[in-house]
C-alpha cells in the first residue's frame, strides 16, 4: 500500500490554518492526502465583548475550528498559547518539534514572517526554528526525530516590507472551490460574522446573515480573480493557452528552510480544475 501523504498547517489562531489556504487544503484531501490544521494560540482574544469570559471564547472557537476541520476531512488542534500574547520561546519550539514529530508532515505551510500579527510573524518564526531541529536526534529525544525536514511554505499575503510575497507555487483554484473557502470561513461564526468586522466595519455585524455571506463570497472570488490578474504572465507561461480556464488562484512561497516539495504536491496542487 502506498504511504498517504501529509499535510500540516500551521497558524496562529483558530481560524488562520484554514481560512488561508483553504483551496490547496482541499485540493489535497480530493487527492486522498491527510490533511492536519493547527492552531498554535487558543484564540481567547478575538472578541470586542467585553462581558465574554477568555474560557468561554475559547470553548466556542475550539468547536468552530472543529467544524471547519471536518469540513476539510482532518483534524483541527488547537494548543494553549494565549492569544495575543505569544513568544518565541524555547517552551514554544520543543513544543512543536514533538507535535510535528509525531504527526510527521510531508508539507507544512504557514504565515510568512513580515505580517502585521505579532502571533503571525511568531507563529513563522517557530516553524522556521524548528525546521532544521526535526532531524537532530539530541533535540526532544524523547520523541523520535525526522529523517528529513519537510518542505515548509507560506500562503499568501499583502505586506511589502521588507519584501513581497513570492508566488513560487501556484494553486488554480475552481468557482465551486471558491465557494467551499466561504463555507470554511463560515464555521468561524464568532469571527467571520462579528469580531472581523471590528472595529472598521461594525455596521455589517447588525446586517442578516445572508448578506453577510453574500458579501464574503463576493470578495473571496474576487480576491482569486485579482490573484489571476496579478500573476496573467507567469500563468500563460507556464500553462500557455490553458491558462484561460484558471478563474482564481491561490500563491505560495517556498521557504528555504524546508524539505525538498515532493512531486506529487506540485502535480496536484497545481492542476487547473
Ligand atoms: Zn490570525
Redesign the pocket.
Known sequence: MEKQLKILSI???P??ADTYSGGLLSKLRDAGWLVRLLSVTDGSAGTYHMDESAEELKLKRRSEAAASGRLLGGRYDVLDYPDGRLEVTLAAREHLIRYIRRFRPDVIITNRPNDY?A??RNVSLLVQDVSFLLTVPHICADTPYLTHTPAILFWADDFKKPYAHIADVVVPVSDARVDFKVKIACCHECQYFDWMHWPDHVERIAWPREKQIADLAERYHRAGRAQCEEQKEKLAEKYGAEAEKIRNLETYEISEYGGVIPEEFLRVAECIE
Open positions: 497558524g496562529a489562531h481560524d488562520d500579527h502571533d503571525h
